[in-house]
Structures are given as structure tokens and as C-alpha cells.
């Protein structure tokens, strides 16, 4: 089963630059994580493998082959506290450079969705106590996904940081080409035939956030910059004259 999940592993890196979305994929920033069989498969698929530049294992052993001691990327180990398979653990992970992290009145599936799947069956009268906490421990399910998306996402943020740009343009992958033309497209604005000069927009005109905020950093909000979101577009047709704008450029992948 490991076998597998690493093969699948590699193959998704294989195939990234085949994917449509490649160009704003910024391959110097590539994190895995797996929780159990999945924590194991992601170290071992990284190990050899340098197009990752940090792993997460939750609660994954490290003992199906020889133990990874070179690794030589930011190596997140987080575990819970209450998992009868902790000496394990603890064993095939001592002497890895990796961090440690402890999740407290936890069990070992509260990793997954069963941490806030089990409390609600528990409730119900469908779960007794002592499977809820051999499943997922006796904390509380919010702060037990709370603690878990903090340290897993702060390692991640510390460990493949944005560069230079990216943070002030909200994580954008890749930077804005220059717009054509220095006019903002404004949707509200009324089509001027050839020839013509632009009609002049009195001061208080509302406009789109797109017009607004042009091409800097802030106006680049709807991935398409150039018109609203597609929930929009039927009306932003209508009132552009029956022509949809012609976006720019992709500027993030969510």
C-alpha cells in the first residue's frame, strides 16, 4: 500500500507542468503532507526527490524501509497524545532532524474527518465514549482542527515563504505582464464609437473594483483581472454593451 502512495506520489510530480494551471505553478514551493500510511508514504516519495521543499507526517511510521536519516528538507512530525501506537512512532522517528509537534486529548484519527464526525455520532447516542476515544481522543474537535491547521499551515508558511512581491500581491505565482493600455476597463462606463473622444467621468462615478484599483496588487482579486467574478458575467455583459471584457491575465490558483 505505501509502494502505491508513493508511486502516485511521484507521478503527480511528474505530471504538474501537464496540467492547464502549470504556468502559475511555482515549482521551487512544493509541500507534501500525509496523515498514518499517507505521513510514511510523503518523507519516503520526498526523500530522494528534491522538488519538495518540506514534508508533513501526521502520525506516519517510519520503519517499512531503512529509516530516512539523511533527509536533508524541513521535516514536520506531529502525533497525538493518545495513540496506542505512540512507542512506534516514537521509535521510527528518534534521530530524524525533524520538528516535533503533540496533539493533546487527541487519538489517532483526529487528523481526519472523524475528529468532527465521531463527537457529533457520540452525541447522538450512535457512538459510546470508549470508541469515540479510541478513535479520536476525548478533546474538543474545533480546537484539536484549530491546533492542527495552525501548526501544519505556520510550518508550510515558514518553510516555502513567498518571495520578494508575491505577499504584498496576494500570493500571486506568478507576476502581472503591463496592461495595454494605461485606461482601466470600467463595465458602467458608455461605449464610445471610433473616432470619437472618451466622454469625461464626473468625479464621484462609481466603478468596478477592477477600474478602481486597476492592475496594482489590490484590484487583482478575481483571478481573471479585466471583469467581476463568472457569477457576474451575464450582467456585466449587459451592461459593457453585450461584449464580455477580455481578461488579462490568471493571477492566482486557490
Partial sequence: MVDTRIADLRLVLDRLGDLPLAPVVDSC??????????????VYAARDDHRVGAVANLEGCLDPYPKPTGFDRPLLLFRTDGFDGAARI?????????????LPDANHWAFTDYGSLVPRLQASGLVPATARTALVGTGDPAAALARVQRRVGAFFARRLPQRDGEAAAGGLLRRPKPARSSTAWDPAAPRTPPGRPAPSTAPGTPVSRAGRDGLTPRGLRYGLVGGPPSGRASKTRRRAGGRSPSPAMITRCR
Fill in 90 to 102: 516514537e521509535s521510527s522517528w528518534a534521530g530524524l532532524p525533524g520538528r516535533r509537534g503533540l
Fill in 29 to 42: 514551493r512544493i509541500g507534501m503532507y500525509g496523515h498514518s500510511a499517507g505521513g510514511t508514504a510523503v
